[in-house]
């Protein structure tokens, strides 16, 4: 049974009803029995320790509790065998916890479980033994007392990394972008303060990160303040170079020089049925247009260069973005926003789901984007990756800003401890 | 940007060992592969004028051929367009006989001038974009729904307009619309020299255009097909219009319709692959999310493309109206079936983001032989229905099953 990255859930189907789809409890007369349904979804939930009523819908219980229940609807059809792909890609640290914990008291219960995952210290944590995979190939098996981080990562880049961050020298200049008591509500739930008072500041050159768990309104800060395109009732102000500026609509953020590269490409980054060169010119077709014309020729040789500065790889930029890889289609989608020549670039989760070589050349991007003195954003749930690249990090819980560390003085104990700083009640 | 990485991009060259004539063979099999739709509509000709005994190919039914099927390919023209852009519009056809029915009004019962009842339908049609393009775009409700009613609203108000009678005794110049023919200025003659000077004209523009193009992509280090396979195609394309042109001056010369349609074709032509908006359009149909998050205004896209759905829908309203010579309550009928029909036989995804003029038009003559060929043959209307619906069936399967192969999703 596999349980794949993106959750294979009805969301408008209650917990019992996923679990047993297409292996409905049927009583005697041949229809489905809802006692005996739910009664086993509720056995299941307990095993796999996940206390909600089995009738609650899907969409309202969190990611890490769907990972739980798929996990309840694989129970369901006794397996043997477990593949769960990325299961904690979209989870938190204490989700990641309890479903590797769960992982480890399955394998008592007898159960298998093959983990695909792109996480070193949770493999390491649960594996017994490894395999590396690179290029569809398997590289090597390493039994549990051999597993170590580094020779994880050599055997995924083929080559020694001795550093997992490129070096980074900064050149800080004056301050470029200034956000001031930034609120968001919720679309929906018009009460809900999303995003709370946020204030930040960027500099010339400089790599900022904002560290949050999952739900602490990263995402929704970044894309409410890039056009208004999370939320309701957005207030709030914003100065580039210390004089205002409106970012009402997503034009006119791209007008006023900011960039927002979303944490996920495939859903609103890209447009997979089209080629490469269209993806990179797609913010900025204004500057190819020609008399009224967009000047395909001179988007063909504008693409072309990214590619080969980029390193997308692809044999030309007619391939359809749908056929790349996550890091080349995270490059195009960095193409896109650096050919709209932005003053701000912010850059949610650019290193989600794609692999270790990869990662290392989006970070000697964000170096070269802070080296041409542009002020850079690097949103992250990664602790390891936002210390190795920020000059300066934010923690964000619960939609305020509750810390502001330069990097010298931050390490992943404050963070951790100021990400998950409640609000006094 | 060039301050960025510079490491040279895998795979940057082709193949050198791909020998030359397999380079010619994958070149022509590739475009015979995105031609595969206009191969379609040589083979259902090939077949109809055998089924015919040569009727089909007759220069006055190529005639008829066009200016029968003309307000359905421009019903196409602004279907795809909205296909493209993932919707789909139901009302076309009641929209169609609604402005019919209004320029009736003008026209016959109101005695304007024939132009200014033109101009006034076509406004008709436009605001009649403009209330759904409202519906759909600013308060967001399914292009799918707001068109069903459109489909109901439009009918019924062509009725009213009507007061069940019908409007005939259309001015001259207003019928020209559906069947006015451009011909004899220089004087009688057994071949128009007109619609021939016509076609080598365009053939001359065409030639020019794609060798330019051709010319520009070299010039930016773009791969071209091999030279022979473009002249060879040119010289194809040459052969297809001088026959349509010999077949259209030996009869009446060139339809007014022909005129408004290759203008259209033109125009529409240039704004799908050339223009700012055209592409603004493949983008929201490819990914509406990544669209707005890179700036698009999708509202106003989709606004617009059905303000001028409501006008390309009047202006096929027009040219029906012209051709009977009659605004009547039927007027319209399944029209919206057949634009839609074309637009997908013209190979334009459910989905949205995929899709081509030039396309639908193709698409739009394969129905139109279709029509014309079994009517020929005496086929009963019925069985017309059966086999046209299985045409659209199968065009979409060849097209999935072709992604499928490809690997595309």
């Known amino acids: 049974m596999i349980i794949h990255q993106e959750l294979a859930l009805s969301p408008y189907l209650s917990i019992a009803e996923n679990i047993f789809l297409n292996n409905e409890q049927k009583g005697s007369s041949g229809l489905i029995d809802w006692n005996k349904t739910n009664h086993e979804a509720s056995k299941l939930l307990a095993r796999v320790g996940l206390r909600e009523n089995p009738t609650t819908k899907i969409m309202d219980i969190g990611v890490g509790k769907q990972q739980l229940v798929e996990i309840a609807k694989a129970l369901s059809k006794r397996v043997k065998l477990l593949i769960l792909d990325e299961p904690t890609a979209a989870l938190n640290d204490e989700d990641s916890d309890h479903l590797l914990n769960l992982i480890l008291h399955l394998k008592e219960q007898g159960i298998t479980s093959i983990i695909i995952s792109h996480k070193l210290n949770e493999i390491k944590k649960v594996a017994d033994s490894v395999t590396v995979i690179r290029d569809g190939k398997a590289i090597e098996t390493i039994a549990k007392q051999d597993v170590t981080e580094e020779r994880i990562i050599k055997d995924m880049v083929g080559r020694d990394l001795e550093h997992r961050y490129p070096d980074h020298t900064p050149h800080i200049g004056e301050e470029i972008l200034r956000v001031e008591d930034w609120t968001a509500h919720h679309p929906q739930d018009t009460t809900r303060v999303v995003v709370d008072k946020v204030n930040l500041n960027v500099r010339t050159g400089e790599i900022v990160g904002i560290a949050g768990l999952m739900g602490a309104g990263r995402t929704e800060f970044a894309m409410s303040l890039f056009g208004h395109s999370y939320g309701t009732k957005i207030s709030g102000r914003v100065y580039k170079h210390g004089s205002e500026i409106k970012t009402r609509t997503v034009s006119e953020a791209i007008r006023n020089g900011l960039a927002y590269a979303t944490e996920d490409r495939k859903t609103y980054g890209l447009n997979l049925i089209e080629d490469i060169k269209r993806n990179i010119s797609m913010a900025s077709l204004k500057k190819l247009e020609k008399r009224g014309l967009v000047h395909d020729n001179e988007e063909y040789r504008v693409a072309n260069e990214y590619r080969t500065s980029m390193n997308i790889k692809a044999p030309n930029v007619l391939v359809k973005t749908g056929k790349l890889s996550g890091g080349n289609q995270q490059k195009v989608v960095l193409s896109k926003w650096i050919y709209s020549d932005p003053d701000v670039l912010i850059l949610d989760e650019p290193t989600r789901g794609i692999d270790v070589g990869a990662k290392y050349e989006i970070y000697t991007i964000i170096n070269k984007l802070a080296a041409a003195g542009k002020g850079v954003i690097v949103i992250s749930s990664e602790l390891p990756e936002l210390l190795g690249i920020c000059d300066r990090i934010y923690t964000l819980s619960e939609g305020r800003i509750t810390g502001e560390f330069p990097i010298e003085q931050a390490t992943p104990e404050t963070l951790i401890k100021h990400m998950t700083m409640e609000k006094a009640r | ?409």
């Open chain 2, 1 to 409: 940007m060039s301050d960025l990485d510079t490491k040279p991009a895998a795979g940057a060259q082709i193949n050198p060992s791909t020998s030359k004539a397999a380079s010619w063979f994958s070149h022509v099999i590739t475009d015979l592969g995105k031609n595969g739709i206009f191969i379609a509509l040589v083979l259902v000709v090939v077949l109809f004028s055998i089924l015919t005994d040569g009727i089909l190919l007759r220069p006055q039914n190529i005639s008829n051929l066009i200016v029968q099927n003309g307000y359905i390919l421009v019903l196409a023209i602004g279907m795809v367009m909205v296909i493209i852009a993932g919707h789909i519009d139901l009302s076309v056809g009641s929209v169609a006989a609604f402005v019919g029915a209004c320029s009736g009004v003008f026209a016959v019962h109101w005695g304007l001038p024939w132009w200014l009842a033109i101009v006034l339908s076509l406004g008709i049609g436009a605001l009649v974009g403009v209330w759904q393009g409202f519906w759909i775009a600013y308060v967001g409700i399914p292009a799918f729904i707001v068109t069903l009613a459109g489909m109901l609203i439009f009918r019924g108000l062509a009725l009213v307009v009507l007061g069940n009678s019908n409007i005939g005794s259309f001015p001259a110049e207003y019928r020209a619309l559906g069947n006015g023919f451009l011909t004899d200025l220089f004087g009688e003659f057994e071949l128009d020299p007109l619609t021939l000077g016509v076609a080598a004209l365009a053939v001359l523009a065409l030639v020019v255009q794609q060798v330019r193009t051709r010319r520009g992509r070299q010039k930016y280090g773009q791969e071209v097909e091999p030279l022979v396979w473009f002249v060879v195609k040119l010289a194809l394309i040459t052969v297809a219009i001088g026959f349509f042109a010999y077949a259209l001056a030996a009869y009446k010369g060139i339809p007014v319709t022909l005129i408004v349609l290759a203008v259209l074709v033109f125009v529409y032509g240039i704004i799908m692959t050339r223009s700012v908006f055209g592409r603004h359009i493949y983008a929201i149909g490819g990914n509406r999310h990544a669209a707005e998050l890179s700036g698009i205004k999708t509202r106003k896209v989709d606004f617009y493309l059905f303000v001028n759905m409501g006008l390309l829908a009047a202006l096929a309203g027009l040219i029906f109206t012209a051709r009977l010579n009659l605004a009547g309550p039927k007027a319209g009928d399944g029209f919206e079936l057949e634009a839609i029909s074309a637009a997908f036989i013209g190979g334009a995804a459910v989905q949205g983001g995929v899709g081509t003029i030039a396309g639908a038009i193709i698409g739009g003559l394969i129905i139109g032989v279709l029509n014309n060929g079994m009517s020929i043959m005496g086929i009963g209307i019925e069985w017309q229905q059966a086999v046209k619906g299985m045409v659209l069936l199968l065009a979409v399967a060849f097209d999935v099953y072709n992604k499928r192969r490809s690997g595309g999703r």
